[in-house]
């Protein structure tokens, strides 16, 4: 009989920790966090504030370095890179969402949604067929030439999700991305996020509050003490 091994972990994590020295000596925050994720999962972690759950979600997104561990997104250890490398690292494979949108007032929704690329090579006519369509996609076709001081909340949120999708990146990582909105457009976001993560076959992270957003993804963990606990 042939033994099939499992494939490898587009994402993984072990025995991760991450300390902070404060003025009454080491605070860990992180105590030994393993997670194995592929492209196509979707995953919600919860917790209280304070958990740690940004600090993950940063470590991953090679915003902040772990203090041990080991961490491999997509082949590559982000930890071992070189600051421009790290730089070319997140523009490439990954595509971050905030709770605050944090769009360009002085530019379009177009063109916040192209702003990842201008670090690259460029915007090419092919780009900008990608963001409108994505645009559409979201429901903001008729919103391209808008400022987002002309936009709703939830308006905001979907040129961010749109914005961050613009690379077609392998890993999407939210932090709190409906922490701002309303019940109703919260739940909606959820659903848009969700749906094209799908459509695009990405690797979705999300970090959140909210239980209800959490329950929509397909894995739900929560940190505890430090550590990850799986409760879907």
Known sequence: MSIVNPPLAD?????????YNGPTGTVAV??????????GDSVAI????????????YI???????????????GVDPGQLGISEQ???????????????????????LENVLVPLIAGNGVTDTDEQRARTL????????????????????????????????????????????GNLDRATAQAIGSLLLELSREQNVLLLCVTHSQ????QFAQHWELRDGQLVQLK
């Open 135 to 178: 645009l559409e996609r979201v429901g903001l076709a008729h919103r391209v030439d808008h400022r987002p001081a002309q936009l709703s909340g939830g308006e905001r949120q979907r040129v961010a999700v749109c914005r961050a999708l613009i690379n077609a990146p392998t890993l999407v990582l939210a932090d709190e991305p409906t």
């Open 30 to 39: 992180l105590r030994g966090v393993n997670l194995d994720l592929h492209r």
């Open 60 to 74: 991953v997104g090679a915003l902040d370095q772990a203090t041990s561990g080991t961490l491999r997104a997509f």
């Open 212 to 215: 209800e957003l959490a329950q």
């Open 87 to 109: 730089a070319r690292f997140r523009n490439q494979h990954i595509g971050f969402i905030f709770q605050d949108h944090h769009l360009l007032p002085q530019l379009s929704v």
């Open 11 to 19: 994402l993984s994590i072990s025995a991760l920790r991450k300390d």
């Open 46 to 57: 919860t917790g209280p504030s304070g958990s740690g759950k940004s600090t993950l979600l």
